[in-house]
């Protein structure tokens, strides 16, 4: 079992519609996760972290986390063809500094 | 301000020849990670410097690896006798308040 599992996709959702992007971690311990954006050819971009179960809102972006459940989701509002890129999953497991990433999800927005 | 910086962007290397990649991390920043991205994967974790001292260097993958920090801030990622399996791109991350903010990346390929 990976330490940090997300469907490759592509999932693809069309322009103005919500995308839903999940992500399970087996570290029970973690306390930090975060969603980077990365496109085609470009270095990962910070989009959300999170710390706490519950959900963080920061404009069209919703990052919701569940420990119990060892789950963390991202969701994309009003979808836009800009959106279209991988998003990577990373979580700071226990005692760690450094970031364990999934493989990511890749996300297409429909025009 | 300026970001994280990286040199060179691009490296071709003959097989067997010795590499050296370059970060500049953000002024200031403590904490400096190196991760190596395959094709398709997210980042994977090689070492993390906080200052000059190598706290981790569970990541590297041989000891063909080897990284340094000698003034706690620009850092140096050496790779000997580079082989296939060494082609990706190296990631260089600097950390203030839990967020990591990734450079653009040294994409290599060995031939």
């Known amino acids: 079992q990976k330490e940090v599992e997300q469907n490759s996709g592509p999932l693809s959702v069309p322009e103005g519609a919500i995308a839903s992007l999940n992500c399970t971690y087996s570290?029970?311990?973690?306390?930090?996760f975060f969603w980077y954006r990365q496109y085609s050819g470009k270095s990962p971009e910070l989009i959300m972290s999170i710390y706490s179960n519950g959900d963080k809102e920061d404009g069209r972006f919703t990052a919701q986390l569940n420990k119990a459940s060892q789950y963390v989701s991202l969701l994309i509002r009003d979808s836009q063809p800009s959106d279209s890129a991988t998003y990577l999953c990373?979580?700071?497991?226990?005692?760690?500094?450094?970031?364990?990433f999934g493989s990511g999800t890749r996300l297409q927005v429909q025009p | 301000g300026a970001g994280v910086s990286q040199s060179p962007r691009y490296k071709v290397a003959k097989r067997g020849q010795d590499v050296a990649l370059r970060c500049d991390p953000i002024s200031g920043h403590v904490s400096l990670f190196w991760y190596q991205q395959a094709l398709g994967q997210g980042p994977e974790f090689l070492t993390y410097?906080?200052?000059?001292?190598?706290?981790?260097k569970s990541g590297l993958p041989s000891d063909r690896f080897f990284a340094e920090r000698p003034e706690g801030s620009v850092s140096t990622l050496k790779i000997q006798r580079t082989q296939q399996e060494d082609s990706a791109v190296y990631l260089c991350a600097s950390e203030s308040q839990e967020t990591q903010y990734f450079g653009p990346g040294t994409r290599l390929l060995v031939l």
């Open positions: 990373a979580v700071k497991g226990t005692g760690r500094r450094a970031l364990t």
């Open positions: 410097f906080q200052n000059e001292a190598q706290l981790d």
């Open positions: 570290d029970r311990g973690s306390q930090s």
